[in-house]
């Protein structure tokens, strides 16, 4: 069982949702379109369940060509982030429903639905109407219906970022089981690198309607073909400074220089875009051989346990995410830390010429 997008385009009243995309998922896989806000994702899911046709491209469901065929006519279950529930059925009745269109036995209904309703904590409320419940309540019903159809392919858009942080939680790990043990193809949007890679399976990057990278979750995290995709798949997003190569050394702002290693020994003399991600710039304790970076500190932020530091480095602002709770002076210069084995080197074009060495020892 496979879905495969062939050169599927969309373009409406001229502007282009979803440029040229090629795409094959498979059987029992979890794919998460990862991007940010109006990046194409809810427009790619629509292509493949059928809900808008291509502008360009066909699109394939297990050799098949369905590329016209309706949504009604496709083995398709999708849940938005809007939930839609039937208002005058019951929970009961609204999780039973696609199965009482399939023509299901009652036993058969009523064992799927409670063991549904179960696993989203909806038992007690089986008798109540959707306008009842709150509204993680009712986007677990929604998710629920989705669970019973035995669809082929499960389309989840931002399914769960109405839900409180603990169910959250459990559902991730368990909806894709259900579904992979179903042997259904899985695809999840969301805007949240940490989702992608809690999720797992495999990972496209989406960008103003273009899918930059499609492959394994760690890969396309760990070694992201371009500064585009880095930046997608880094919450915030990678930091970025310009850098030059020569001899054996890269060269930094503020006079900071390190050693060409690795990847980085085979590359040209010329001029480069180093990357490194929030979460590896330090203010304190720092690794053996870190370069030192003068920045100012413009912004914190508290998440309780960590603390965002917004800075300037010479008119460029850089995010770092770091260990507990500080008190730091806004407006102050901040020496920061970098590790450069954790720096990626992107060509002038933002294309990858060398991966950060701790990705490739992980």
């Known amino acids: 069982m496979t879905l495969e997008l062939r050169n599927v385009s969309k373009v409406i009243g001229g502007q282009t949702h979803i440029y040229p995309t090629d795409l094959t998922l498979n059987k029992g896989t979890m794919n998460v379109l990862l991007g940010p806000t109006l990046s194409g994702k809810t427009s790619l899911m629509r ?7 291509p502008t360009t491209g066909q699109i394939f469901w297990q050799g098949q ?17 809007q939930f839609i529930n039937y208002p005058t059925m019951t929970v009961y009745d609204n999780i039973a429903s ?8 009652r036993a058969e209904i009523d064992a799927s639905v409670r063991k549904a309703a179960d696993l989203m904590q909806l038992s007690p409320l089986l008798d109540r109407k959707p306008l009842e419940l709150s509204g993680g309540q009712q986007q677990r019903c929604a998710l629920a219906r989705a669970l019973v159809k035995d669809a082929g392919l499960v389309l989840l858009d931002e399914p769960l970022a109405n839900l409180d942080y603990k169910l959250r939680e459990e559902l991730r790990v368990e909806i894709p089981k259900i579904f992979e043990e179903a042997g259904s193809i899985f695809v999840y949007a969301t805007t949240e690198p940490e989702e992608a890679l809690l999720l797992g399976g495999s990972t496209a990057a989406l960008f103003e309607g273009r899918v930059t990278q499609f492959g394994p979750t760690p890969t396309v995290y760990r070694q992201p073909v371009d500064a585009t995709t880095a930046r997608v798949f880094s919450d915030p997003p990678m930091n970025f400074l310009r850098v030059s190569k020569t001899g054996s050394k890269i060269m930094f702002g503020d006079g900071q220089s390190a050693p060409a290693m690795g990847p980085m020994e085979s590359l040209a003399d010329g001029r480069y875009l180093a990357g490194f991600r929030p979460n590896h710039v330090e203010i304190n304790a720092h690794a053996n051989g870190a370069m030192a970076f003068e920045t100012k500190l413009v912004v914190t932020e508290l998440t309780g346990s960590e603390t965002f530091v917004h800075l300037d480095h010479h008119g460029e602002r850089w995010v770092g995410l770091v260990h507990g709770v500080h008190d730091l002076e806004l407006g102050a210069a901040l020496k920061v830390y970098l590790d450069p084995r954790h720096v990626y080197i992107f060509g002038e074009g933002g294309e990858l010429v060398a991966p950060a060495s701790y990705a490739l020892a992980a």
């Not at 060509?65 to 309706?70: E, L, N």
């Open 47 to 53: 292509l493949m369940a059928g809900l808008d046709k």
């Open 65 to 81: 060509d369905v590329t016209g065929m309706r949504v009604q006519d496709r083995q398709v279950a999708m849940v938005y982030q």
């Open 98 to 105: 696609p199965m009482r269109l399939l023509g299901k036995s």
